[in-house]
């Protein structure tokens, strides 16, 4: 945060996400230390960066709503549990952005939702999250969690529906 100064700072974005969930008034105690990035499986795969996203909201910028950062969090909720402050949730954050992103007509590019869907068909159908693991792999009690999350989601239900789609297509292109 050190890049900005107090000028920088427009507090109406913030009060407006507070106004809507009261628990995003916590992420003004963000001391920009990075454990959340660190620790997050969403970074290691994207350009997501919750720290940067944190100082967008925190300066003002709305833009942050068209950013595609929004739709590469995996709700995991790593970065609530490493994070050093209290009550810090930037998971519920996201979901507020989301939210927020679609209520004025943005919502997900196509590009980014079918990577979502992707990473998410590819933890149904084999248990991983990404193509190569980054390290061993995930306990039983992270996948029941994940699996959570997946319905939650409604994850399955689009995977679902995503092989149905593709079965009509196959029986309409093996009926010409």
């Known amino acids: 945060m050190a890049d900005h100064t107090e000028a920088d700072w427009n507090w109406a974005f913030y009060k407006e996400l507070v106004e809507d969930v009261d628990e995003n008034r916590n992420i003004i105690q963000c001391i920009s230390c990075g454990k959340c990035v ?9 350009t997501f960066n919750s720290r940067k996203i944190i100082q967008k909201v925190l300066r003002g910028d709305k833009c942050v709503l068209k950013d595609s950062d929004i739709w590469h969090c995996y709700l995991c909720e790593r970065c609530k549990r490493v994070c050093p402050k209290e009550n810090i949730n930037i998971p519920l954050l996201i979901i507020n952005l989301r939210n927020e992103s679609f209520k004025r007509g943005y919502g997900p590019r196509y590009t980014d939702l079918r990577k979502y869907v992707e990473m998410s068909e590819r933890f149904l159908t084999k248990g991983t999250v990404l193509e190569e693991p980054l390290g061993e792999n995930l306990p039983q009690e992270r996948i029941d969690e994940l699996n959570i999350i997946c319905d939650f989601a409604r994850i399955k239900y689009v995977f679902k529906a995503s ?10 292109s093996e009926g010409k």
């Open 38 to 46: 660190g620790d997050c499986p969403a970074a290691k795969v994207s």
């Open 163 to 172: 092989k149905e789609k593709q079965k009509l297509k196959r029986k309409k």
